[in-house]
């Protein structure tokens, strides 16, 4: 609570300081208007309306939500699909995981990734005989083309996958 408050008292001195002379409005609207920087590098808002901040979507990545969304998004597929079979509990998905997704993204829509929770979805663990995670399936056109167990590095990653692509 006193951190909040300590917070509003720092913004709303932040806000309130005057702007340096010489520094003139733009006549757009004050709603949408980010900060200016002025020379001594302090930011001012010229008014108190909130800030949006977004960040971009990977849509090479995706979670599996049910066994019809893998059915749909996976083994229909037109483009080939590497699927991560991980638990929250997994120390070494949590590695693998964004090195997967990183060399992923390299291949710029040429292949896709599916994140499965062995947790929330183990019928679809028993189907695709999951033993141990992190569990990486390659499947094109319906069909499991490759397959590995464990951690690997970014070139056995990258390879991997151009084995997949063709």
């Not at 509003?8 to 208007?33: C, D, H, M, N, Y």
């Not at 980010?34 to 977004?54: D, E, K, M, V, Y």
């Not at 829509?109 to 019928?123: E, R």
């Amino acid at each position: 609570m006193a951190q909040r408050l300590l917070l509003r008292r720092f913004l709303a001195s932040v806000i309130s300081r005057k702007p340096p002379q010489g520094w003139r409005e733009p006549l757009t609207s004050r709603a949408l208007q980010t900060p200016r920087c002025s020379p001594g590098n302090l930011t001012i808002t010229p008014s108190q309306a909130r800030s949006i901040f977004s960040t971009r979507v990977c849509s090479t990545t995706f979670n599996i939500q049910d066994g019809p969304d893998f059915q749909d998004r996976v083994v229909n597929s037109d483009t080939p699909v590497v699927v991560d079979f991980h638990a929250q509990w997994c120390g070494p998905c949590k590695i693998l995981g964004p090195r997967l997704e990183k060399v992923v993204a390299k291949q710029r829509g040429k292949v896709v990734m599916a994140k499965v929770d062995i947790d929330d979805h183990t019928d679809l663990a028993i189907e695709y005989e999951v033993s141990a995670v992190p569990t990486v399936l390659a499947i094109k056109n319906g069909d499991v083309v490759d397959k590995f167990v464990g951690i690997k590095d970014e070139d056995q990653l990258e390879a991997f996958l151009k084995k997949l692509i063709g």
